[in-house]
């Protein structure tokens, strides 16, 4: 897939702008802050419907306006798309589709981007959370149905643990609390079938993030990746001390569970027997403290989790085979071409060794499209069509060679 044109009204900084994009490299250079990663932060909104860098949609509005519009031209093969989000600063947002007015939830369906950017590292440094939303939406880039399970599971977490936090405020225990009942039976399947999911893309990235992590580093560091689920007993987002019974491994990190079954009876099984476990602390804390939500995905490399025993160039490798490895999956299963691969930024935090093999890397996408304040850290065959970008203007774009 390609992104031929790009154009934006009233987007981040830009009052007006439109781009025209080629097939291969396309190198977005201009200081920080002069707007080019919005550029990039635009493409990448149709696949995903959201920011790598905020997390609701008005800081994405220019200031004084009440709507951005972002509109770009898709082509793959013969085929040609035309798809325009509007951000509206108060209400609903809408889409089009060939000029058509769809569900905005339709346009991920017809572009996939995968999106490198400094905050990845965070992917493997930071809280568990980071790394669910980081399945999360590779589940619904490879599946769009997924959407819907995960927003019918939030409704239900949030309403569980709004009459548990009622409960506790009333005093309320045991055969009162009947309603409960109820909403595990909701919260274990949709809970369910998303575990289920995650175990099976963490499976299916396996392979891939081993090949993208030994491309990057130049070396075989055995990167793993597998589920501490909280289903299991324990409870990955609570410190260990807290964690109880399967609440780490000898390393201080969450336990992965790679024996955990599979098929849906055993996790409900298992869910179910978590949950009756933890009613008290539940009712004591007003939390829901089993499911999916607070599940990690444990990332380890030399046989040591990442977080906390990896270098910093160990931890990039990660990150970035993370994404490669989601771009090969996408790679594999779509109708659409090769995704389009955007390098935010990336350059400037590698050394010149990982430079050249993520260069080598992704060349070989049908579009790839790097943001770079300094050209020159951009390995040379990328550099094939560069576009200057200064305050919210497109100054212009050269061609190699021209």
């Given at each position: 897939m390609?992104?031929?044109?790009?154009?934006?009204?009233d987007?981040?900084?830009?009052a007006v702008a439109?781009v025209?994009l080629?097939?291969g490299p396309?190198v977005?250079?201009?200081?920080n802050?002069q707007?080019?990663?919005?550029?990039a932060?635009a493409i990448?909104?149709?696949?995903?419907l959201g920011?790598?860098r905020v997390?609701?949609?008005p800081?994405?509005?220019?200031?004084?306006?009440?709507?951005?519009?972002?509109r770009?031209?898709?082509?793959?093969g013969?085929?040609?798309v035309?798809l325009?989000?509007?951000?509206?600063?108060?209400?609903a947002n809408?889409?089009?589709?060939?000029?058509?007015?769809?569900?905005?939830?339709?346009?991920p369906?017809?572009?996939?981007?995968?999106?490198f950017?400094?905050e990845?590292?965070?992917?493997?440094?930071g809280d568990?959370?980071?790394?669910?939303?980081f399945?999360?939406?590779l589940?619904?880039?490879?599946s769009?149905?997924?959407?819907?399970v995960i927003s019918?599971?939030?409704?239900?977490?949030?309403?569980?643990?709004?009459?548990?936090k009622?409960?506790?405020?009333?005093?309320?225990r045991?055969e009162?609390?009947s309603?409960l009942d109820?909403?595990?039976?909701?919260?274990?399947?949709?809970?369910?079938?998303l575990i289920?999911a995650?175990?099976?893309l963490?499976?299916d990235?396996?392979m891939?993030l081993?090949?993208?992590?030994?491309?990057?580093?130049?070396?075989?560091?055995?990167?793993?990746l597998d589920?501490a689920?909280?289903v299991?007993g324990g409870?990955p987002?609570?410190?260990?001390?807290e964690?109880?019974?399967?609440?780490?491994?000898p390393?201080?990190?969450?336990?992965?569970?790679?024996?955990v079954g599979?098929?849906?009876t055993?996790?409900?099984e298992?869910?179910?027997?978590a949950?009756a476990?933890?009613?008290?602390?539940?009712?004591d804390r007003?939390?829901?403290l089993?499911?999916p939500h607070?599940?990690?995905l444990?990332?380890r490399?030399?046989?040591?989790p990442?977080?906390g025993?990896?270098?910093?160039?160990?931890?990039?490798?990660?990150a970035?085979a993370?994404?490669?490895?989601?771009a090969?999956l996408?790679r594999a299963?779509?109708r659409l071409g090769?995704?389009?691969?955007?390098?935010?930024?990336v350059?400037a935090e590698?050394?010149t060794?990982r430079?050249?093999?993520?260069?080598?890397?992704?060349?070989g996408y049908?579009?790839?499209i790097?943001?770079?304040?300094?050209?020159?850290?951009?390995?040379?065959?990328?550099?094939t069509?560069v576009?200057?970008v200064?305050?919210?203007?497109?100054?212009?774009?050269?061609?190699?060679?021209a």
């Amino acid at each position: 897939m390609i992104v031929e044109h790009l154009s934006l009204v009233d987007f981040r900084n830009y009052a007006v702008a439109d781009v025209t994009l080629g097939p291969g490299p396309n190198v977005f250079v201009g200081r920080n802050g002069q707007g080019k990663t919005n550029l990039a932060e635009a493409i990448a909104y149709l696949a995903t419907l959201g920011s790598h860098r905020v997390s609701n949609d008005p800081p994405l509005v220019r200031d004084g306006a009440d709507a951005a519009i972002v509109r770009a031209r898709l082509t793959h093969g013969d085929r040609s798309v035309l798809l325009e989000a509007q951000l509206n600063r108060q209400g609903a947002n809408k889409a089009r589709v060939n000029g058509a007015p769809v569900k905005t939830t339709e346009l991920p369906r017809y572009a996939q981007v995968v999106l490198f950017a400094p905050e990845d590292l965070q992917i493997v440094r930071g809280d568990p959370s980071l790394r669910r939303r980081f399945m999360d939406q590779l589940l619904v880039q490879r599946s769009p149905r997924f959407a819907g399970v995960i927003s019918d599971y939030d409704r239900v977490l949030r309403q569980r643990t709004a009459l548990l936090k009622s409960a506790k405020v009333r005093g309320i225990r045991g055969e009162q609390l009947s309603t409960l009942d109820v909403w595990d039976d909701k919260l274990v399947a949709l809970g369910t079938e998303l575990i289920q999911a995650r175990l099976g893309l963490a499976a299916d990235l396996s392979m891939p993030l081993i090949a993208a992590y030994s491309a990057i580093a130049g070396a075989d560091h055995r990167p793993q990746l597998d589920w501490a689920l909280s289903v299991r007993g324990g409870d990955p987002e609570a410190s260990l001390s807290e964690a109880g019974v399967g609440g780490g491994a000898p390393d201080g990190s969450p336990a992965p569970d790679g024996n955990v079954g599979t098929r849906p009876t055993q996790i409900a099984e298992l869910f179910r027997e978590a949950l009756a476990e933890r009613r008290a602390a539940e009712l004591d804390r007003g939390l829901t403290l089993v499911g999916p939500h607070r599940d990690d995905l444990v990332l380890r490399v030399r046989d040591l989790p990442v977080k906390g025993y990896a270098s910093h160039g160990e931890s990039w490798s990660v990150a970035l085979a993370l994404r490669l490895a989601s771009a090969e999956l996408l790679r594999a299963d779509s109708r659409l071409g090769d995704p389009v691969l955007i390098l935010d930024d990336v350059f400037a935090e590698l050394d010149t060794d990982r430079r050249a093999r993520l260069a080598d890397l992704t060349v070989g996408y049908e579009q790839v499209i790097v943001t770079a304040a300094v050209e020159e850290d951009v390995p040379l065959g990328l550099r094939t069509r560069v576009v200057r970008v200064e305050a919210g203007r497109i100054l212009e774009a050269t061609d190699a060679g021209a």
